[in-house]
Structures are given as structure tokens and as C-alpha cells.
């Protein structure tokens, strides 16, 4: 009963070294997302799929990449790290039920990415 | 632009005191609200699930309810024991289909 799981939990990475964090998820979720979480804000979206093949933006995508080749993986890469991207990024997945959000999203334990 | 605050954004309170953390938002066209738990170190835990046609839903001592016309959600904790200290979240699904956050709120309960 994995649920979703990232890798690594912890990173630092030299500025404009790139770099992929994993999710992958088992149970069968259409939804997926990836957000950084900072100090003080809520979290912001940076990219979202809502199915194998499917990748949009979010709030925040400039410097990160995603794709969607099956439905259990969403990895998302960083093109050239930079220390503004510094932060913990969580990756989450859910059924959606009409198109909405509407039922329970389940988040890996995150990401800890230090950009020195 | 849907904004959702959260406050205080830290709270402190002895063993077995009903406490109520809030949550606003700006725009009432909300689909959901979603309140999660977050430990240190880890990641977020759904706790409730409010659809916009409901005023509130209930999971053992939570409790939380929404007022849309006000844009105003409460979640209320009975009792509370000091495994209930972490990061209380909530979050609105919006006209974008997507979860909007609040920064929310550390609660920490003194034994």
C-alpha cells in the first residue's frame, strides 16, 4: 500500500546543475501535480496531468519540466537549478470525479531541494 | 484571482481545550474545500472534504464547516491531544479546476 512515492528526500544542487525528481503513484490516479512549498506562502502549482500524455502549466512552471508517459509516473525535471528554487516540493495524486478535484488527494512526503 | 488566508498562522493551546482554526477565501465560486494535515518532515494528509452544496462534515473529533456567501470555513477540533499538533491547510477548487492554499496554520497543543 505505497501510495505515492517521491524520490529523493533530500538534494543539493549546485546552481545550473539539473537535476529529476521521481513520483510515482499505485493507485491508478487520472490527476496528478506537483507543487513547491515555501516559507510563509501556501503551495503553489507548478505542473499538472490529467492522464498519460497530458501535461499543463500551473502557477509557477518557469523552470521545471514534466511529462507523462504512463499513469503511475509524473517525474519533474529542473532544466538549470537556480537558488531560487530552493524550496520542498510535494508531489500529489487523486481520482477526479466530473473533471473536478472533488475527491481525496494523496501527497508523497516531499522533496527537501537546496540550490547553493 | 482566488486568495486564501489563513489565521493566525500559529496556535498554541493546553491538552483537551475545543479549539476552531479559520480559513477565508476570496472568491465564493468555489467547487470543494479541502482541509489537510501536515507533520515535519512530511507530506499532507486530506482530513476533510467540504463540496460547495454542504455546510459541513464531520470525521471523529473534527469538524468543519463552510460558509460560502461569507467565504469563511472553520475546522473544529474537540478535545485536543497533543497528537493533534502540526499544520492545519486548507484549500479552495475554484473556477480553474485547481487546488488554491492557504499558508496555514501551526497548532501546537500543551500537554
Known amino acids: 500500500n505505497a501510495g505515492v512515492t517521491q524520490t529523493p528526500k533530500f538534494q543539493v544542487l549546485k546552481t545550473g546543475q539539473s537535476m529529476t525528481l521521481q513520483c510515482a503513484q499505485d493507485?491508478?490516479?487520472?490527476?496528478m501535480s506537483w507543487y513547491r512549498q515555501d516559507p510563509g506562502m501556501g503551495l503553489r502549482l507548478i505542473h499538472y496531468?490529467?492522464?498519460?500524455?497530458?501535461?499543463d502549466q500551473g502557477e509557477v512552471p518557469n523552470g521545471y519540466n514534466v511529462s507523462r508517459s504512463t499513469t503511475e509516473d509524473f517525474p519533474l525535471r529542473l532544466l538549470s537549478a537556480a537558488p531560487s528554487q530552493t524550496s520542498v516540493y510535494f508531489c500529489?495524486?487523486?481520482?477526479?470525479?466530473?473533471?473536478?478535484?472533488?475527491?481525496?488527494?494523496?501527497f508523497g512526503q516531499g522533496t527537501r531541494l537546496t540550490v547553493v | 484571482k482566488q486568495e486564501v488566508t489563513q489565521i493566525p498562522a500559529a496556535l498554541s493551546v493546553p491538552e483537551g481545550e475545543n479549539l476552531v482554526l479559520n480559513c477565508s477565501f476570496t472568491?465564493?465560486?468555489?467547487?470543494?474545500l479541502q482541509w489537510f494535515r501536515q507533520d515535519p518532515g512530511k507530506g499532507l494528509t486530506s482530513l476533510l472534504l467540504?463540496?460547495?452544496s454542504q455546510r459541513e462534515q464531520t470525521s471523529g473529533r473534527l469538524n468543519a464547516s463552510l460558509d460560502k456567501s461569507s467565504g469563511r470555513s472553520t475546522l473544529y477540533i474537540a478535545a485536543s491531544q497533543p497528537g493533534d499538533s502540526a499544520t492545519y491547510l486548507c484549500?479552495?477548487?475554484?473556477?480553474?479546476?485547481?487546488?488554491?492554499w492557504g499558508a496555514g496554520t501551526k497548532l501546537i497543543i500543551k500537554p
Open positions: 500529489a495524486s487523486s481520482q477526479r470525479d466530473r473533471g473536478l478535484l472533488n475527491t481525496e488527494a494523496f
Open positions: 493507485m491508478n490516479h487520472e490527476y
Open positions: 496531468s490529467v492522464g498519460a500524455g497530458i501535461t
Open positions: 472568491d465564493s465560486a468555489i467547487y470543494n
Open positions: 467540504i463540496q460547495s
Open positions: 484549500a479552495v477548487v475554484g473556477s480553474n479546476y485547481q487546488l488554491i
